[in-house]
């Protein structure tokens, strides 16, 4: 009996093991950098780690922070792999991950582009409604309208 309840706390203690040894910041930082090359991208990164493509500036009103907005979007993983797209949806900056609430505000009223978010500015390093922690999430913006 002795041996089975320490086979059973070994067993329960390795199993409660967390995997530290992941540096998400250093890998999502070299996957955002290989795309980049890889795709002939003309990316800016920010002071939060964000990378951000302006394909067309726009002309209209630039959103801030708090503002609510109007978009199209497509993300999808380094590898292609699409996950979500959504046509003339509308929210506000604060209800969503904070490298759109940072991105989108780098586009005025009907400008376009790319943002390269890390996972620390996405849905973090476990996995959230079907996204694997620690991913790399890519979007294509079209901001339609700034409310």
Do not use: H
Request: hydrophobic share 30%.
């Amino acid at each position: 009996m002795k041996y089975l309840f320490a086979l059973i706390t070994l067993i329960t203690l390795s199993s409660c093991q967390n995997d530290n040894s992941v540096d998400y910041d250093k890998q999502n930082e070299s996957e955002i950098k290989d795309y980049i090359e890889k795709n002939n991208l003309d990316a800016q990164k920010s002071s939060s780690g964000l990378y951000y493509v302006i394909e067309e500036q726009g002309s209209g009103s630039q959103p801030n922070a708090n503002s609510g907005v109007t978009v199209n979007y497509k993300g999808y993983y380094t590898s292609g792999k699409v996950f979500d797209q959504n046509n003339d949806i509308s929210f506000n900056l604060q209800q969503v991950i904070q490298g759109w609430t940072e991105g989108i505000t780098y586009f005025k009223e009907g400008g376009n582009g790319i943002l390269l978010i890390p996972s620390r500015l996405g849905y973090g390093y476990s996995s959230k409604n079907g996204i694997p922690g620690g991913s790399v999430l890519i979007f294509d913006i079209d901001l339609l309208e700034v409310k």
